[in-house]
């Protein structure tokens, strides 16, 4: 069983910066594939950034160039440090922990607001 619990979204104004924690309470950590996903209002849930198990990234076009994923398998702690945010980025963002024989895992959300 793996608990999820992010942690760093506020609000900001546009080009303005925020990072994101998603600590994991559970074992083997290092072994899942996690991702950070978000949701804004009247709007699907969708992928913004993934990192594997081995560290290779992806993003999504939207946030190419502005988003950075980490992980940290010794604090069981993964990261979205985001730039240069946009008021369309503001959305609930929520991690996600993956593993195909250990079960996929989602996190209560944590709200951004990008407003002037």
């Known amino acids: 069983q793996v608990q999820l619990v992010e942690s760093g979204g506020g609000l900001v104004q546009p080009g303005g910066s925020l990072r994101l924690s998603c600590a994991s309470c559970g074992k083997s950590f290092s072994s899942y594939w996690m991702g950070w996903y978000r949701q804004a209002q009247g709007n699907e849930r969708e992928l913004v950034a993934r990192?594997?198990?081995?560290?290779?990234?992806f993003y999504v076009d939207s946030v190419k160039g502005r988003f950075t994923i980490s992980r940290d398998n010794a604090e069981n702690t993964m990261y979205l440090q985001m730039n240069s945010l946009k008021p369309e980025d503001t959305a609930v963002y929520y991690c996600?922990?993956?593993?195909?024989?250990?079960?996929?895992?989602w996190g209560q959300g944590t709200q951004v607001t990008v407003t002037s």
């Open positions: 990192i594997t198990s081995a560290g290779s990234t």
């Open positions: 996600r922990a993956t593993e195909a024989l250990k079960g996929d895992y």
